[in-house]
């Protein structure tokens, strides 16, 4: 059962109370209490030199489970999710059978409830089998608890299906679509973005145009609807424009960007690593620096891992016939903290706050992101912001083909609690 | 050298010079009755081919040989790949069977580079998907200097599918290394949006470029691009970018007309026009087992030369 327990001395970081201070935080029977309440024989835990923030909260992470357990399980990727700091995951719907049903919802929330490593906050399809022209019993999922609806992997291909979701679903209140901007006509076939190093790596690219068309085409039926848009992991500096002019004018907009596409560009594909085979591609310097501002200045709201396991056979092969995708929940904090906090791109408040606080509001989970305040549920993560580790296998997640492996980052997670249960202490899982 | 032979971006001016010399020696094999040299007796050469390729794979087949190495030609119909091995599977029994060199040819760009992971010996690259093909510029480049005797200053176009043609990257990468003058002409769908930064000149008329040409490089037009809608028709693709014999009156005396095989007449070159003197399709295929040699013996360190390393 949970312990009571005192994390002495962290560096308090706690953007939702606008608190940044060394303190004692205690933790009892799952909750946040006075460190002058905790009762007597509490297992005091030395956090000198430590961060202590709310539970990290991916808005955007694939757990595979059903129907892709080769790659990952809901077990696996929670406790891949726990050692990387995150208190809270949110699947998306492209398992099999496909995440369209409340049915389905159920299986992986039971999933995540048997695993008890993080809360699990699954992604509900907006059409029935991502099929894009009939729209899912969207109701009925959000009464099974569901607050995101995606049929991420692709884009709702009808501007009037997508108008009908956006507009059906303002009868549920602070519900949203989340799209994956991709025109799969300009982009059929792609490799990777589309420029210098396509042309000469002889890869078939995929231009930003593919994504921009897309980002303008939904905030435009943003704007018609009134309906609440979020768009998943932005790579081009057109796109972050296109945002920015879009919350000016009022529009219900979140934005979101990927650790890999605030480290890497199209350059770093010389190499014809699958692991950087991802989409929306990597891009250029120009695009990352425009993305890397957009984060700093709010413009985009959340940084989600995208978390794509493969099975080692899919990605050790030719690179046109790997699949897209790389793992991110074991380095998604330690990625944004070496490439964007220590070089001052964003402060430390801001990346706690784009990796917990705003994803939490966008998932609707309460019960995360913070504040650290009495009575608050104990989803927390106590980090050390100079430990520098090489990424390398072994991972918690069931596969490995993770775009930073054999990088040196700086910033290792020590201990996650998860509703006061330190799921991860010393670096190790628990269970 | 390098021990591998990937991307014509390996080499150096210097190493293409020192690889065409050596080409040149060799060539005087080719014209013996016994056209045999013992440079690499006892070493062991595996022609690996994903995609069927008749006159690269006799080419590199017949280089090896004349070196006195021992060949195995691998393909993929009716072999492990069939029953779906992966490449990585593949490697490593050819790895484990002792293979000094292996020759690949394959339909996905960087394979080449993905294979050198797996195994020890060298990897040469006959055609990757839509990335190099390495030898074929080196005896493109082998034919322009010997014909012309320098490639310094020369002015080549290459017309036609400059997107989808490895022939195409390897040989204006080499040709810019050199210091030749490069024009890519075709239709703006087939020319890479980023091609003017590997230092080559873009144009999309033909007729305004040939008065100007040492060499008139025609590369292959697949039909297949025009089901992409890359071109409207194969006849308005023959009408604005075809070498006619009255375009060919428009190339200065003394110019080579070239073409890497295997040709589309009446389509990218009239019928005529591929059997004038100045067209040296034959000379190229023949350089190109000269071409091989060389690099087979330089990659794997042949007589007195040291280790593969080396």
Redesign the interface.
């Known amino acids: 059962m949970p312990e009571a327990i005192r994390l002495r001395g962290a560096r308090i970081v706690d953007p939702a109370a606008g608190r940044d201070e060394v303190g004692d935080v205690g933790v009892a029977e799952g909750r946040i209490v006075p460190p002058d309440q905790l009762p007597a024989g509490a297992l005091e835990l030395d956090c000198d030199g430590l961060v202590l923030a709310p539970g990290l909260v991916d808005p955007h992470t694939h757990l595979r489970q059903p129907g892709g357990e080769d790659a990952e399980t809901v077990e696996t990727g929670c406790r891949a999710a726990a050692l990387g700091g995150y208190t809270a995951v949110a699947p998306m719907a492209n398992t099999d059978p496909v995440a369209d049903n409340a049915a389905v919802i159920h299986e992986v929330l039971d999933l995540g409830a048997a695993a008890g490593l993080c809360d699990v906050f699954p992604v509900g399809a907006v059409t029935r089998g991502l099929g894009g022209e009939q729209l899912a019993e969207l109701g009925e999922m959000v009464e099974a608890g569901v607050r995101v609806f995606s049929d991420d992997g692709r884009a709702v291909p009808s501007p009037q299906v997508l108008r009908n979701a956006l507009t059906y679903l303002l009868a549920f209140g602070e519900v949203v679509v989340a799209e994956h901007c991709e025109d799969p006509s300009l982009s059929e076939g792609g490799?990777m973005h589309?420029?210098?190093h396509s042309?000469?790596?002889?890869?078939?690219g995929k231009p930003r145009e593919s994504e921009e068309i897309v980002v303008a085409r939904d905030l435009a039926l943003a704007r018609l609807t009134g309906g609440r848009l979020h768009l998943l992991h932005l790579s081009s500096a057109g796109s972050v424009e296109l945002v920015r002019r879009a919350k000016a004018e009022g529009l219900r907009v979140t934005a979101e960007v990927t650790p890999h596409h605030l480290v890497f560009t199209d350059a770093d594909l010389v190499?014809?690593d699958t692991n950087l085979k991802v989409n929306p591609p990597l891009r250029t310097a120009e695009d990352r620096e425009a993305l890397r501002r957009g984060l700093a200045d709010g413009t985009i709201d959340v940084i989600g891992t995208d978390h794509a396991p493969h099975p080692v056979?899919r990605k050790?092969?030719?690179?046109?016939?790997a699949p897209p995708g790389t793992i991110g929940l074991e380095t998604a904090l330690a990625a944004v903290l070496t490439y964007l906090v220590e070089p001052g791109v964003i402060t430390l408040s801001r990346a706690i706050e784009a990796l917990s606080t705003a994803p939490a509001r966008l998932l609707g989970a309460a019960d995360h992101g913070g504040p650290i305040e009495p009575g608050r549920p104990a989803n927390l993560v106590a980090f050390d912001p100079q430990a520098s580790w090489v990424v390398e296998p072994p991972f918690a997640s069931r596969s490995r083909n993770c775009a930073f492996l054999g990088r040196t980052l700086r910033g290792r997670v020590v201990h996650t609690l998860y509703r006061g249960e330190l799921v991860v202490t010393d670096g190790k899982a628990q269970r | 050298m390098n021990k591998h032979l990937l991307s014509i971006n390996d080499l150096t001016a210097e190493d293409i010079v020192r690889i065409l010399d050596v080409a040149e020696s060799f060539r005087e094999v080719g014209t013996r009755v016994i056209k045999k040299v013992p440079a690499l007796r006892g070493r062991t050469v595996v022609n690996l081919f994903y995609e069927n390729s008749t006159r690269t794979r006799i080419s590199f087949e017949l280089a090896a040989k004349r070196l006195s190495a021992d060949v195995i030609n691998f393909t993929t119909s009716g072999t492990s790949v069939a029953k779906g091995e992966s490449l990585k599977d593949t490697a490593l029994t050819l790895q484990a069977m002792g293979a000094d060199a292996i020759v690949i040819r394959h339909a996905s760009s960087g394979a080449p580079l993905t294979l050198t992971r797996w195994v020890r010996g060298s990897v040469l690259n006959a055609g990757d998907g839509t990335h190099e093909h390495p030898t074929q510029a080196l005896l493109d480049l082998y034919t322009m200097r010997d014909r012309l005797g320098r490639i310094e200053g020369l002015r080549v176009a290459i017309v036609g599918d400059v997107l989808h043609s490895r022939v195409a990257r390897s040989l204006s990468f080499g040709l810019v290394k050199m210091g030749a003058e490069v024009t890519l002409v075709g239709p703006p769908t087939l020319i890479p949006p980023e091609a003017p930064a590997w230092g080559v000149a873009v144009s999309a008329d033909l007729d305004a470029v040939l008065p100007k040409l040492d060499v008139c490089y025609l590369l292959r037009i697949q039909r297949e691009r025009q089901r992409q809608q890359l071109f409207p028709s194969l006849r308005e693709y023959a009408r604005l970018f075809g070498l006619t014999r009255e375009r060919v009156g428009m190339l200065p005396e003394g110019s080579l007309i070239m073409h890497p095989g295997p040709m589309n007449r009446g389509v990218e070159i009239d019928s005529d026009v591929a059997d004038l003197p100045q067209a040296v399709m034959e000379e190229q295929v023949t350089n190109g087992i000269a071409i091989r040699m060389a690099l087979l013996y330089l990659l794997l360190g042949g007589a007195g030369e040291g280790g593969a390393d080396a």
């Open positions: 490799q589309e420029g210098l042309g000469i790596l002889g890869l078939a190499t014809y056979e050790e092969v030719e690179f046109d016939q």
